[in-house]
Structures are given as structure tokens and as C-alpha cells.
């Protein structure tokens, strides 16, 4: 991040970048809420935006008429207020006790996943002589954070005697709606409407309910609700290989950096750490200045692609901290050609999927791992034509 009083151009920035297109961004948002419409959207930005900018991105959800913004750290929340952002702001994590004060100084909306910490809650705000903001959290089938749905009654007849806690949303999270087979997250679903059923059973108003994260925005209609929390979907990537992207989103986001050196490799001179990467005839090979210490995962070594002049090329030897070398065999390039690790060029693309997969992870990592050190420049494009079949 470049945080000095320096103002860079583009020309004198770092040439490895990310470009991040808000207006696509903003299209995402759209067509996920025409989607769930008339549920309302809780746009999600924690890990930096997905890699995308925090504060850049939220900016723009707000812009773009999201309900309100989700977090998974207090940290993050803060960020996003002291840029001004007013919006209601859900963070996901747990919470320290000592964190309470700062929540509701700065009127974030706390997770209550037990009964003991709805209590510390609604302590604190006594003190502070405020209402606290608060979501109920439940565990339908993650065993991560949340009250369990058999024992959630607790949590929600202690909710209605808080006095100053006001209980705004009440939610849980799927473990598997993106996957191909939904029976574990129907019977999440159903353990969600049991808990829910409390206040229809007591003539009380519903919270707002929200439990569907990006696959179940794709695969499970009727888990929209009151509210969704898309993470990944906003940012134009599938949340995985069984859940087809079935709304008009795409990726907002290019890697791209230069060819920084070229030579010719003789046969049998070894290239990068480890010797890892031989060849028995000479070839043309460039070095591009990005590397595991920016994000490119050293376990792309030897596996990924990028793109230079329109072509694949495959990397060749280890990544390094900083560097990493392309194999152009015969193809040409010069100093300072555009490369593409992610993204389009011309008529070929790498997505966030396909470095998933030689590097053996998923998109949701490719894309949060990419970190500060790696400047954001934000542009805006005006939406493609639909694509001629
Ligand atoms: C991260 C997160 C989401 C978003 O998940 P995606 O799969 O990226 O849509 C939604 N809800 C909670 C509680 C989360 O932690």
C-alpha cells in the first residue's frame, strides 16, 4: 500500500498491479439483487474486499444501493468508519469483551452467538447508556460460531429480556450450499425455520433473517429471506467448480505486471531456486517482477500460465520472493510488454479458478491472498455488449 505523502502517476507505480473495475463491481451488485429482490443485500468485504480494497469497494456497494456491509473483524469495521461510511456494518467474528466499548462507540452491529456474550453485550451498553445493535448467531450444521439450534430458545428469550440490546437481525451460515448435492444445507435450512418459528409462536415481530452466502444465492432460492451476504459472487467468481455461475456477474479484477528482462537459456543451464526446471534445447525466457511475497503462490511453480502478446506461457522453475520466470520457447516479447496473471488479454483468460487449481486451492484464497504490497488502481467501464452466440 502506498501510504507516504508521494503521489505516484501510473507510469511510476509498481508495474505489477491489480486493477479493479468498480462499475463491474457495481453490475455485480445489481444483478444479484434483482436476483433475491425483495430480499436486500449485505454486501460482504471482509479480507480487504476479497483482495479487491476495502475501502474502495464498500464505497461503492454503499453507492449501489446495498443494504449494508458485512466484516468479519472489528478492525476491518473501523477502517470502513473512519472513511466515513455510515451504513450498518455486521461483523461475522466473535468478540472480546474488551472490543465491546469500541463496537458500540462506533455503532457496529455485533454477532450474540451465546447467551453470555448477549449478556456482556447488553452490560456494556448499560453502562454506556446506549442500545446496542445486535445480530443473533445460530449453528444450524457448521459447528464454527453460533448458538446450536437445539439449544438457541435460550439465546432468543434472553434477547427479548436485554434492555439495551436491540435485536435487529438473527442468522446463520451454510457449510455446503455450493456444492452439487444441497440435502446438508435444505436440512439447515429447516433447522433455521424451526429456531425462527419462536417468534411467530409468540405473536413477536421477526428479526431480519439472513443465512445464504454465494451458493446459496446460485442454488437455494428460497434460503434468500430477508437479506443475503454475498461474498465472491459480488466479485465475479463462482464460490466453486459444482456451482456454475448462473447470474449475469464477472470478474472485476486483472493481476497484470511487465517483462522486466528477457534472455535466451542455454540447454541444460538449470532455472531458479532448486534447479527445479531444466531444459534440453535453448529457449527465450523473460523475468516478471511479481512473487510469493506479493501473493503469487510459491505452489505455482513449474504449474501456472500467464499471458504475454495474446499467449499462454507456462511458468518455469520456482516462483521466487519477488520474481518469477516465463517460458517463451520461440514466442517474442520486450521489455516492458504487458503480463497478465489474472485476467483477460486479448482473447485469452486466466480466471481465479485457474490459478485455484494449479496451485491446489480455491478462488476465495487466490484472490485474498494477492496482498498490500501489491498497489490497487481503480477504473470504471461502461457495461460489454451481451456476447454474439
Ligand atoms: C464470508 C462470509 C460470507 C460470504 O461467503 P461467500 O461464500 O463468499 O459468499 C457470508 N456470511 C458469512 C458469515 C461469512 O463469514
Known sequence: MLTSGDSFSDESIRPTRVEVDLGQLRRNLQAIQQHVGPARVMAVVKANGYGHGLIPVAHEMVQAGAHSLGVALLEEALLLREAGITTPILVFGGIAETQIPLFLRHQLTLTAPSVEKLHLIDAAAAAMGITARVHLKIDTGMER??????????????????????????????????????????????????VLSFYEKRSLPTPLRHIANSGAILQLP????????????????????????????????????????????????????????????????????????DGYFRALSNKAQVLIRGQRHPIAGRVCMDQVMVNLEWGTAYYRDEVVLLGHQDEETILAEDLADWAGTIAYEVLTNINTRVPRIYTRTEPKPPALS
Open 145 to 194: 460460531l453460533g448458538i446450536h439450534y437445539y439449544s438457541a430458545e435460550r439465546l432468543l428469550e434472553a434477547s427479548l429480556q436485554a434492555r439495551h440490546v436491540c435485536v435487529e437481525g438473527i442468522y446463520s451460515h451454510f457449510a455446503n450450499a455450493d456444492a452439487a448435492d444441497l440435502a446438508h444445507a435444505r436440512l439447515q435450512l429447516a433447522r433455521f425455520h424451526e
Open 222 to 293: 428460497e434460503s434468500h429471506l430477508d437479506l443475503v451476504r454475498p461474498g465472491i459472487l459480488l466479485y465475479g467468481v463462482s464460490p466453486s467448480r459444482e456451482c456454475p455461475l448462473t447470474l449475469p456477474v464477472r470478474p472485476a479484477l486483472t493481476w497484470k505486471s511487465h517483462v522486466a528482462y528477457f534472455k535466451v537459456v542455454q540447454p541444460g543451464h538449470p532455472v531458479s531456486y532448486g534447479s527445479t526446471w531444466i531444459s534440453d534445447h535453448p529457449v527465450r525466457m523473460v523475468t516478471v517482477p511479481v512473487g510469493y511475497g
